[in-house]
């Protein structure tokens, strides 16, 4: 499983399962049948539901590189197929990137469905917030429409700022992450 640590704003607008899951759709049945993982270097993230030009945006954000992702635009049916959205926002973003071959089949060979809680760090949750502002403040400065982006440029954008982790200075999280996948691929 991934985790995913949403706020309560987001966490209440999921059509989660009793067990904090999603529903099987025919998108997202293939990631189900993928064995189980005892340690998913994937895993942890933290997910907040955003509001901007009146339309509902939700960005996550890896744990520990803190690599971010925008779903933008978000309605109903696209919540149901949230483990959908987040593949291809994850896959898409690190193409943004010129991720090489490896880069991506590593990610690949990580996806599982997502496991969402409440659970949140308060210093992820920062990294969230100033990642909202910076993003409310790209789609005002080069006047964007949230409803006509797909998010991937968005996501590359914002994984070129610098983030603040306590305990760990600044981290590039792009950098961080081509780090994570470059490690697992060379374990494989």
Not at 44 to 55: A, D, F, I, K
Not at 68 to 79: E, G, H, I
Not at 103 to 125: F, G, I
Request: aromatic share 8%; hydrophobic share 35%; charged share 25%.
């Amino acid at each position: 499983m991934i985790q995913l640590q949403a706020t309560h704003k987001l966490y209440e607008r999921l059509p989660l399962t009793s067990d904090g899951q999603f529903n099987v759709t025919p998108r997202t049945e293939w990631i189900y049948k993928q064995p189980l993982l005892d340690i998913n270097p994937l895993s942890h993230w933290h997910g907040n539901l955003v509001t901007l030009q009146r339309r509902n945006c939700v960005l996550l954000v890896h744990d520990e590189t803190r690599f971010p992702l925008v779903l933008p635009a978000l309605t109903k049916p696209d919540f149901v197929e949230l483990n959908d959205r987040f593949d291809d926002a994850l896959m898409n973003t690190l193409l943004k990137f010129g991720a090489e071959g490896s880069h991506m089949e590593t990610a690949h060979r990580y996806l599982r469905p997502l496991q969402v809680d409440t659970q949140c760090s308060r210093s992820v949750q920062g990294t969230l917030n100033r990642m909202k502002e910076e993003f409310d403040h790209l789609l005002h400065y080069d006047q964007l429409n949230v409803a006509e982006i797909t998010g991937y440029n968005a996501g590359a954008w914002l994984a070129e700022s610098p983030r603040t982790v306590k305990g760990r200075g600044y981290l590039w999280p792009h950098k961080e992450m081509m780090g994570l996948l470059s490690r697992l691929a060379s374990r494989e």
